[in-house]
């Protein structure tokens, strides 16, 4: 029997809200965090929607406490706040009190500013401010979160696409069932940046006028932005410390579905595969789950797939089920971990979330998503899944504990 | 419980590609500038995606295969890659066509193959493994993070066994980026000569290694890899000797049961400093071997280090260009110390099988 692993804390910061309050806030009043882009200059404005977090960076730095610094990017401020959030919801006081590790995810890291020293750089290699370029790689905002929130026993980045931060969460589990670790801050942080907007664009899967998941007519992702973080805590210690406990990680698998560098295997072999794995680790059913939050961005290849992978495992029995993209945007590195809070606030207030903007099922499926707000249930277990280029496939399962 | 080096695959600025040779004729180069030896990529790699692939992509794949082949194994259980800066070629592909053409006429592949799993996954979709798939992208520590999290699944019995690598690769770019922040040295010189120059600065390099981790050892197991462990924004040598110290004792060893110290001394002497601090105390005695005159310096430099322990606790004897000091007498115990920028430190223990 392997070593139970409690989420005692959550935080979150993105489009609809730069707290858990307000985010639940947005989440009963069915508000979308997608809008119009203000963050950057870029030739898509008024072409592409864009879910941005409501607060210019310079606003970001004031709330960590470092206004007027200048070597925070925005991916490592957004980090910050959702991780002190999450420290300070779970009740930590000495956080050094555990051997506690921080597992953070990301995608892009500072490219936000990466991109306004190349500008320079390209036209001459003696130019561009070097304080913009030094922040790029991905563990930069990893170690400042760390130094935030004063984690110090083990400091990691994982990045796997659009994985990443469902799979720190696996690994901070991972890490607290096998003894290393006591507690595991685990979760991710992504800005929005010109570099995928133009990405996603280049393969033609960003949706004109914001996703619409698992719709017949969908056209594609809206990009978002934001960070979200829990903290897993040992068995042992949410004993010792008489805990609140806001739910358990039950259960988790990662499979690559080893088809193509970006698309989806049309019978979501991996997706299968990690699902699966999932509910046998959970020892669930799946007539179990009470609620899936799907991957579903909204591109034509995922939600086929994901779906025909739903529907395999699940058969007969497919529970509710939504992509919350359509409030959130899609928040690449963050997803899993903002997608994974969104799953403790259903089990806690008995919510299925509606899967909005959609209108028509699609053909090749037999399922189709909730599309109003459900109160009052009693969710058990949520299945979340997240899914990565390269194949990368994961899946979580929050149980009410 | 012990976790086994089985097999290993190392593309390098030296001919490692090869493991029936081991360091024979080091290739010294002129400049700051160390990259990889192409091992005849074709090799490898179909010829019709060989054309799409960066050097990282063809570097990781071509030590995967080289490690997967030696272990007599198509299919591993698990991927779980550390990279420091993933896919600079692609990400400065991406980045500079869409700064000149002002976001317009961009293509696909370099943005798809910008993403930090890109070596990993490439791996699978070659060998259609459909196993755990991770990458840890983590500066200094983006290969140790590997390592712990696959002796992790090891141990746990999550996977039978791990394919689990270091590779970094070097722009001219991302060189120029950091010549300026003052990480090379501005003179030319014999990179063999590396640890003789008292210069600021060090030399850039790349590379890919990769191990075969198994829990049973087999007639080809290099070694032990008996335990890693990470340090964060140590306050001082004190505090770093301490955790040495800890680190060993887990495994009843004390520094002078040490018998070979492989440090990540790059010949830059302010990074080089806390190491010569300790080995004149801690280690006093201690036999030495280094290797960033041959790898150069990057942020997967470790598991060119780790390569280094594997092959001499095989092979039994430390090659010349190495050996900083007296030989050993016996080999039973190798440390791998590294730091990154001294905000990151690692140890890597392995022993003979």
């Excluded at chain 1, 561009?128 to 922040?135: A, F, H, Q």
């Excluded at chain 2, 050097?55 to 071509?62: E, F, K, L, Q, T």
Aim: hydrophobic content about 40%; glycine content about 10%; overall charge neutral.
């Amino acid at each position: 029997m392997p070593k139970r692993v409690f989420i005692t804390g959550i935080g979150i910061i993105s489009s609809i809200g730069n707290t858990v309050n307000e985010t639940l806030d947005s989440l009963l009043s069915g508000r979308t965090g997608i809008g119009g882009i203000t963050l950057f200059p870029t030739i898509h404005q008024g072409k592409f929607p864009l879910a941005e977090v409501k607060l210019p960076t310079s606003a970001l730095l004031e709330m960590t406490g470092h206004a007027g610094e200048r070597c925070y990017t925005r991916t490592a401020l957004l980090g910050m706040i959702a991780a002190a959030e999450a420290v300070r919801s779970a009740g930590i006081h000495d956080i050094r009190q555990y051997r506690t590790g921080l597992l953070s995810a990301t995608t892009v890291g500072g490219m936000e500013r990466s991109e306004d020293f190349y500008r320079e750089f390209l036209t001459d290699a003696g130019k561009g401010r070097l304080r913009d370029v030094m922040n790029h790689d991905c563990a930069d905002s990893t170690d400042r979160i760390a130094r935030h929130v004063g984690v110090k026993d083990f400091v990691s980045t994982i990045s796997t696409a659009c994985s990443s931060s469902a799979n720190t969460l696996m690994t901070g589990a991972e890490m607290i069932r096998s003894g290393k670790l006591d507690r595991v801050i685990a979760g991710g942080t992504d800005a929005a940046t010109r570099f995928t907007l133009n990405g996603f664009n280049t393969l033609m899967i960003l949706d004109k006028g914001g996703c619409r998941p698992f719709d017949e007519n969908r056209a594609g992702l809206t990009l978002g932005e934001g960070a979200a973080f829990l903290v897993l805590e040992s068995e042992e210690l949410v004993k010792r410390e008489h805990k609140a406990i806001l739910a358990e990680l039950t259960g988790y698998g990662n499979a690559n579905d080893a088809y193509h560098q970006t698309a989806s295997s049309p019978d979501g072999a991996g997706a299968v595969m990690a699902m699966s794995l999932a509910l046998s680790m959970s020892r669930l059913k799946p007539q179990d789950i009470s609620y899936i939050n799907v991957h579903g961005t909204g591109t034509q290849n995922n939600d086929l797939s994901e779906g025909v992978a739903i529907e395999q495992v699940f058969g007969d029995h497919v529970p509710p089920f939504s992509s919350t993209k359509a409030f959130t945007g899609h928040t690449l590195g963050a997803a899993g971990a903002v997608e994974a809070v969104l799953a403790v606030l259903a089990i806690r207030h008995g919510l299925v979330y509606p899967n909005l903007r959609f209108e028509t099922p699609m053909k090749e499926l037999h399922i189709r998503p909730e599309t109003t707000l459900q109160k009052g249930l009693d969710i058990r277990h949520v299945l979340s899944n997240s899914f990565g280029f390269g194949g990368n496939n994961s899946t979580l399962i929050l149980s009410k504990a | 419980m012990s976790t086994y080096i089985n097999a290993i695959g190392n593309i390098s600025p030296q001919k490692t590609a090869d493991n029936h040779h081991f360091l024979e004729e080091p290739v010294s180069y002129e400049g700051s500038q160390l990259r990889s030896i192409d091992p005849g990529y074709k090799e490898f790699i179909p010829p019709d995606l060989i054309r799409r692939m960066s050097r990282i992509i063809r570097m990781g794949i071509a030590a995967s295969k080289i490690c997967l082949k030696e272990a007599g194994c198509a299919v591993p259980d698990a991927i779980i890659t550390g990279t420091g800066l993933g896919c600079l070629e692609d990400t400065e592909k991406f980045l500079g066509t869409l700064i000149r053409n002002n976001e317009e006429f961009l293509t696909p592949t370099s943005f798809i193959q910008s993403t930090h799993n890109t070596v990993g996954g490439q791996i699978a979709l070659l060998l259609k493994c459909h196993g755990f798939n991770f990458a840890y992208v983590h500066r200094g520590i983006s290969f140790e993070s590997a390592l712990i999290h696959a002796m992790m699944r090891i141990e746990n019995g999550d996977s039978k066994n791990v394919l689990t690598g270091g590779v970094d690769e070097l722009t001219t770019p991302s060189f120029e980026i950091m010549q300026r922040m003052g990480f090379w040295k501005r003179k030319p010189m014999p990179s063999l000569q590396l640890f003789h120059d008292t210069t600021r600065g060090t030399i850039a390099g790349e590379g890919a290694a990769f191990f075969f981790l198994e829990k049973e050892k087999t007639a080809n197991s290099y070694a032990v890899l008996k335990g890693v462990e990470t340090l964060f924004d140590p306050a001082g040598s004190e505090e770093i000797s301490a955790w040495i110290s800890r680190f060993l004792a887990q495994y009843g060893l004390k520094p002078a049961d040490i018998s070979l110290l492989i440090p990540g001394m790059n010949g830059d002497p302010k990074q080089d400093r806390i190491y010569h601090e300790l080995i004149d105390t801690r280690f006093a005695g201690i036999p030495l071997a280094c290797y960033k005159h041959l790898c150069g310096e990057y942020m997967t430099a470790s598991a060119f280090g780790t390569w280094l322990g594997a092959m001499i606790l095989k092979y039994g004897s430390v090659p010349d260009v190495v050996a900083m000091n007296e030989p050993p007498r016996s080999l039973d115990h190798i440390l791998v110390w590294n730091h990154y920028r001294q905000t990151h430190h690692s140890l890597i223990l392995l022993s003979r099988v």
